[in-house]
């Protein structure tokens, strides 16, 4: 019997094995909405409105090794008035995403306050990814670099946290979340195992 795409859609939904709460921090227009879209949608947003509230959303996606998953995927605002106020009540995510834009030095040097906050709100075993982003504009020459690949590399990997350098605009793109949840998956399983 073949079923329908709404159909194939529900039966997956009724196998996903639990959700995991992802949450993205940065600057304001360092691309965290835009890079979200492009992985919820797949397509590149011109143009996106800034985010002034927080906003998430969820996507279904295969894990390797384990069926499905819920990501939920939490937005936020990188202007400092709203802060406070969005980020009270949010608690006990799996993992999050702090981005900078690699043209503009002052969002790179903020990450540690990001990190500090993100730290704050997630789950003890969080797996937390820094993004470089807006590598295009550097390739076409638009935007000059300010932020080295290798100093952010180096940052990342002496903090244990993944690493991409990116645009929204690239195909491969979606692998930061991809990459991310997955890593938090293994993770969890690990742990699982050496309860049993």
């Known amino acids: 019997m073949e079923f329908s795409k709404t159909e194939d ?12 709460k992802i949450i993205i921090f940065g600057d304001s227009n360092v691309g965290k909405s835009t890079l979200i879209s ?6 590149f947003q011109e143009c996106p409105m800034s985010t002034l509230t927080t906003e998430f959303a969820i996507k279904l ?28 009540h949010m608690k006990k995510f799996s993992g999050g995403i702090i981005i900078y834009d690699i043209s503009k030095r002052s969002t790179y040097d903020n990450i540690p306050s990001w990190v500090k906050i993100l730290k704050s709100k997630c789950e003890k075993d969080c797996v937390i990814a820094l993004v470089g982003n ?19 590399e180096t940052y990342a990997f002496l903090n244990h946290f993944l690493f991409f350098e990116t ?15 997955q ?10 195992y050496k309860r049993i």
């Open 167 to 181: 645009s929204a605009n690239f195909e491969d793109s979606n692998k930061i979340f991809d990459e991310l949840l």
């Open 38 to 43: 492009k992985y919820l949608t797949g397509k």
């Open 61 to 88: 996606i295969e894990i390797d090794g384990g069926g499905y998953i819920k990501a939920q995927i939490w937005d936020t605002p990188g202007q400092e008035q709203y802060r406070e106020i969005t980020f009270h």
């Open 134 to 152: 807006k590598l295009d504009l550097i390739e076409k020459k638009i935007y000059t670099r300010e932020v080295s690949k290798q100093e952010a």
């Open 183 to 192: 890593t938090i998956y293994n993770g969890k399983r690990k742990i699982f």
């Open 9 to 20: 859609y529900i039966k997956i939904e009724m196998r996903h094995n639990t959700i995991y």
